[in-house]
C-alpha cells in the first residue's frame, strides 16, 4: 500500500506557472505508475498526465499538452507536475494517483490517491 500527498497548489493569475508535488510513502516507489487528475467543480475527474515507474514514458491529455510536464525523482519518492502558461480553464482539485499496472488514462486503474490539492488560475 501507498499514501500519496500532494502539495503546491494555490492562486495564480492565468499565463503564470505552478509546480505541483506528490509526496509517497509505504510500499517501494518505483513499484508504481504516476498519475495526475484534475476535478472541477460539477464535473468528471479527468486525467491529466502519467509517468511509468522509471520516468521514462509519459503522456498528456490533449488540452495540457506542451504547457504542463509530469516528472518524478524516484530517490525522493516524488512525482511533480509543472504547469505552465495556466488558463482559468486548467482551475481544479488536482489529485495524484498511483497504480501497480502499466500506465494508463482512466482514473479507475487507479488504486491510491491523495487528497488533492486546489489550483485556481485567475482571468
Known amino acids: 500500500q501507498v499514501q500519496l500527498v500532494e502539495s503546491g497548489g494555490g492562486l495564480v493569475q492565468a499565463g503564470g506557472s505552478l509546480r505541483l508535488s506528490c509526496a509517497a510513502s509505504?510500499?517501494?516507489?518505483?513499484?508504481?505508475?504516476m498519475a495526475w487528475f484534475r476535478q472541477a467543480p460539477g464535473k468528471e475527474r479527468e486525467f491529466v498526465a502519467v509517468?511509468?515507474?522509471?520516468?521514462?514514458?509519459?503522456n498528456y491529455a490533449d488540452s495540457v499538452k506542451g504547457r504542463f510536464t509530469i516528472s518524478r525523482e524516484n530517490a525522493k519518492n516524488t512525482m511533480y507536475l509543472q504547469m505552465n502558461t495556466l488558463k482559468p480553464e486548467d482551475t481544479a482539485v488536482y489529485y495524484c494517483?498511483?497504480?501497480?499496472?502499466?500506465?494508463?488514462?482512466?482514473?479507475?486503474?487507479?488504486?491510491?490517491w491523495g487528497q488533492g490539492t486546489q489550483v485556481t488560475v485567475s482571468s
Open positions: 494517483a498511483a497504480t501497480g499496472g502499466s500506465p494508463s488514462s482512466s482514473k479507475d486503474w487507479y488504486n491510491y
Open positions: 509505504g510500499r517501494t516507489f518505483t513499484l508504481y505508475t
Open positions: 509517468i511509468d515507474w522509471s520516468g521514462s514514458n509519459t
